[in-house]
């Protein structure tokens, strides 16, 4: 039954824009939104804190399979809050050492087939927009819309220094285009799953536009395959959204 519920499967590296896409388009269409990379985020955060290390494969893949974890959306709609064992952690999980051990348990095949269903689950009515590394690969490889949003790493590294910043972590530019630089090595690199556009995946390089114009783009290739919701739901969510910005 969930094969006919629509996928937009959004990939790319760190930076692209895929979180605040994925993000507006998932509101604009009144779909769910899976943030797969926090899931990830969330498994080396606890990981850390239960002195795992990156090879302990089998004890990862138990701890994957059951990580207590859920997403709910914030009063007002407009973010995700990441849920963990009763406690918020959507702050604590950007920092780079999250990002960076996420990276490195994610190249692990057996941590990846444990979190494999639980992606699967959110493919739910009326549709789901995937945020991630292989969401058109191998996650939703029916989805009927493949997007790979990509962008030079000297301006994903301007984002993220911008993102982390405002959000309070001190990180120099230099040092988070090293950092990213390695992690979109490994995430190429890796055996399972690499990081690399499905062969029927359209492929937008954002360096020069800004979020808006990036959404316009996937909402015309939505529109032109006929999976966009009808305009007045659009414009119930749309006068929600107005409500809360009051
Ligand atoms: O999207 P992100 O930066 O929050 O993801 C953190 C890491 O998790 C990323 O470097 C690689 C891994 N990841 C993955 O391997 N597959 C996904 N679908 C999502 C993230």
Redesign the pocket.
């Known amino acids: 039954m969930s094969d006919d519920v629509p996928v937009i499967a959004v990939d790319g590296p760190?930076g692209a824009g895929k979180g605040a896409v994925c993000f507006r388009v998932a509101a604009r269409l009144g779909f769910h939104l899976l943030d797969?990379?926090?899931i990830?985020?969330v498994l080396a955060l606890a990981s850390l804190r239960r002195g795992l290390n990156p090879g302990d494969s089998r004890p990862l893949a138990r701890l994957a399979a059951g990580l207590d974890l859920h997403f709910e959306r914030s009063e007002c709609g407009d973010s995700l809050r990441v849920i963990f064992e009763g406690e918020e952690v959507g702050v604590l999980i950007r920092d780079e050492r999250c990002?960076q051990r996420?990276?490195t348990l994610?190249a692990d095949a057996s941590v990846r087939l444990a979190v494999l269903e639980r992606q699967r689950a959110y493919r739910r009515p009326p549709g789901l927009v995937a945020d991630?590394?292989?969401?058109g690969t191998v996650v939703f490889p029916d989805a009927p819309l493949k997007v790979f949003l990509t962008a030079s790493v000297e301006e994903r590294a301007r984002r993220r220094h911008k993102q982390l910043v405002a959000k309070g972590f001190g990180v120099s530019l230099a040092h988070l285009l090293g950092e990213i630089s390695q992690?979109d090595k490994r995430?190429q690199e890796r055996p399972a799953a690499p990081l690399r556009p499905a062969g029927d995946a359209i492929v937008i390089d954002t360096t020069h536009h800004g979020i808006e114009t990036v959404v316009e783009m996937v909402m015309d290739a939505i529109e032109s395959r006929g999976l966009r919701r009808s305009r007045g739901r659009r414009q119930d969510l749309q006068s929600e959204t107005d409500k809360c910005a009051r």
Do not use: I, K, L
Request: proline content about 0%; charged content about 30%.
């Open positions: 760190v797969s990379g926090a990830y985020r990002g996420a990276s994610a991630g590394r292989d969401m992690r995430d």
